[in-house]
């Protein structure tokens, strides 16, 4: 066999690995059923507005918590609110954030992670060393001080800077995985055919390293939405916005404990169980997936 068509089987498993994937995924009963419960969560938040109606979610609409009725189905806030479109936006809200935030940490471990491991030497060494630096230092405070220092928070810019502090996990794992895929026969024959460190990298490097990148992403998108939170509980949420995390700091604030209204706090902590629960299982069924010693018989 030629090095060129040893290069064109080699570039052929990862498109047939994926096939299989995706076989087995329509099997995997897991894998279903927390993405037909995250999807429906999505559709929920981004579909609901539009199908119901509901145009904002900070109109008042009655009093101080009211009860659940034919008008507010969740009942009211302690601002006379719609708890129920404050529902759908809040969702809505947390998981753009979490998205962004989940898309920034995978990208900036993946190219970290990849240069290190498929380099290696006084590179590796750097850049593992600045890994493991930021690593040991809580990126909940890192994410407080932040967020105190600047003026607005927007969508975007909390998205952008909690992905920034949360890449250097993904970053050591992807790292282990470049640096054993760098000495496979594929990625030598088609060094030996010309490729350069970058063409190398992007042919035959990161595209069997996606399943990796894939459940990274679940995870990283699943630590983004309970880190929004977090910070909204602390008064440092986006601005001008609703999110899940702002609805239970109104309802802390505004004692809906203690004055028994629970259509306040118990609708947002349900969806974001449910949304961490849901990206919890997919990213543990991915695994099961592209992983044969994980499956079920």
Known sequence: MTAIAQQSSAA???QASLRRSFALAALNKRFL???IVFLLI???GFLGPIILGRDTPLVTVGGLYDKPSADA????DN????VFTQLMYGIRTSLIIGLIAGGVATSLGLLIGTVAGFLGGLVEELLMAITNVVITIPSIVILILLFIAINTRSIVV???IIGIT??????RAVRAQASSLKTREHVDIARLSGAGTLSLIISEIIPFMLSYVVMAFVLQLSSGILQEAALSMLGLGPSGNVSLGIMLQWALL???????????FVPPTLFLTLIAFSLLLLQSSIDEIFNPRLRRN
């Open 12 to 14: 052929a498993r990862p």
């Open 33 to 35: 059923f927390s993405l």
């Open 42 to 44: 999505v559709i929920f």
């Open 73 to 76: 189905w969740l009942g009211t």
């Open 79 to 82: 601002f006379g609110r719609d």
């Open 158 to 160: 909390m998205g952008v």
């Open 166 to 171: 949360s890449w250097p996990w993904t970053a």
């Open 254 to 264: 505004w004692e809906s404990v203690r004055t028994g209204a629970w259509w306040a």
